[in-house]
């Protein structure tokens, strides 16, 4: 019996490598044999690195800043063939800035740029961008401006870190831009479609989530449209409706504008890395998971991507949760055989979170029990 356990993590519980070590101890409390075939997954936003690096992938650190501009140790991957994997969400996320902390119009995407500095100097050549979770807001100004780039106001001077800085800019200088990144290609790992700016954009949809009021929702856009109008009559391109811009903040248009970036899904490009294609092609069964399972799902989550792999080899997958959602019923259209909460009743999220390890042991054994029954090649002990 061969199983593939590719979950999500669950948020402020497990991380995606915990979840996949205890739904393998339930599997193997009732079928001591199976062979485990473990891969942590995720669609590009938290959790991605950790999935890289479970793939192969090499843990580099550096020093440098996050969304706030304090001093921050983050790491990136470097992976073969001279690429590299940066998640957005370790230098810049939203999980690292308390709710009272959050300042969306100085928020900065620099430190992403200094992590870029630092897979150019180890030799990178193609670097691929997780860009989920992030607490920026800046349409990707502070990674340009990490790079080398000059955004100045109309009396040559250069612009203060943040979006809302954007509103004064006159002119970009790229003089000073690295010239290594000529000779490099990006790859944008993100499951969002939506334009810069406008009712769509990053900050109408975006914004609240970290921290952007109603009042500064229209200052920060105007900012936005202004970067891209400067950036339209400078360069003769103007990307601010292609889908995914409004990525990270915008960070998807400043890496389309400045270097061509091309888009992918983050949980494609998650599950190409990591091999789960070719681990589904003599699978038995599937597990994956996520801390909450809802009609949302649907759109670009690690789950629907697990389960169209799972798919094309006909294998059944089964979905484990903290919490079931409304309209969770709408995953077995993707895929998905059978979907479980993982609580033993009514109890607190607290108490979900705290016990999250015990509980999907638990429910992955009596799966497998259930799931096995019958079918005598696996020799359960029953």
């Not at 936005?224 to 409004?246: I, K, M, N, W, Y």
């Not at 949760?321 to 993982?342: D, H, K, N």
Request: some cysteine.
């Amino acid at each position: 019996m061969r199983v593939v356990i590719a979950p999500d993590s669950f948020k402020e519980s497990l991380s995606a490598t915990a979840v996949v070590d205890a739904i393998a101890q339930g599997v193997l409390d009732a079928a001591p044999h199976a062979q485990i075939v473990r891969m942590p997954m995720a669609d590009g936003g938290e959790g991605s690195l950790e999935a890289v690096l479970a793939a192969g992938g090499q843990r580099r650190s550096a020093s440098v800043h996050n969304a706030n501009h304090q001093c921050i140790d983050a790491d990136w991957a470097q992976l073969k063939d001279n690429s590299a994997f940066i998640e957005v969400a370790q230098v810049a996320g939203l999980e690292q800035i308390p709710p009272a902390q959050r300042d969306p119009l100085q928020a900065s995407t620099y430190g992403v740029g200094e992590l870029i500095t630092q897979a150019l100097n180890a030799g990178a050549r193609h670097i691929v961008l997780g860009l989920g979770g992030s607490a920026t807001n800046d349409a990707g100004a502070g990674m340009l401006q990490a790079l080398g780039v000059r955004l100045l106001d109309v009396h040559g001077k250069e612009l203060p870190l943040g979006g809302i800085s954007l509103a004064s800019l006159s002119k970009i200088s790229t003089e000073n831009l690295d010239r290594r990144l000529k000779h490099v290609t990006f790859e944008l790992a993100a499951d969002v479609s939506n334009p810069l700016c406008g009712p769509d954009g990053a900050t109408a949809i975006f914004g609240p989530q970290k921290g952007v009021k109603p009042e500064q929702i229209e200052l920060l856009d105007k900012a936005f449209a202004r970067f891209a109008d400067v950036c339209a009559s400078q360069f003769g391109t103007d990307e601010r409706d292609t889908p995914g811009a409004g990525a990270a903040g915008g960070l998807g248009f400043a890496l389309k504008t400045f270097f061509s970036a091309s888009f992918t899904s983050g949980v494609e490009r998650i599950a190409q890395i990591a091999g789960l294609p070719s681990a589904m092609k003599d699978a038995d069964l599937v597990f994956t998971g996520e801390g909450r399972i809802d009609a949302q799902t649907l759109f670009g989550k690690t789950l629907t991507g697990v389960a169209r792999h799972a798919q094309r080899e006909n294998v059944p997958v089964i979905a484990l949760a903290g919490s079931l959602g409304p309209g969770y019923e709408r995953l077995y259209e993707a895929g998905i055989t059978a979907m479980f909460s993982i609580s033993p009743g009514p109890i607190t999220l607290a108490e979900s979170q705290k016990n999250a390890r015990e509980f999907l042991r638990a429910r992955a054994r009596d799966c497998v029990r259930i799931w096995g029954v019958g079918r005598s090649k696996l020799a359960f002990p029953l």
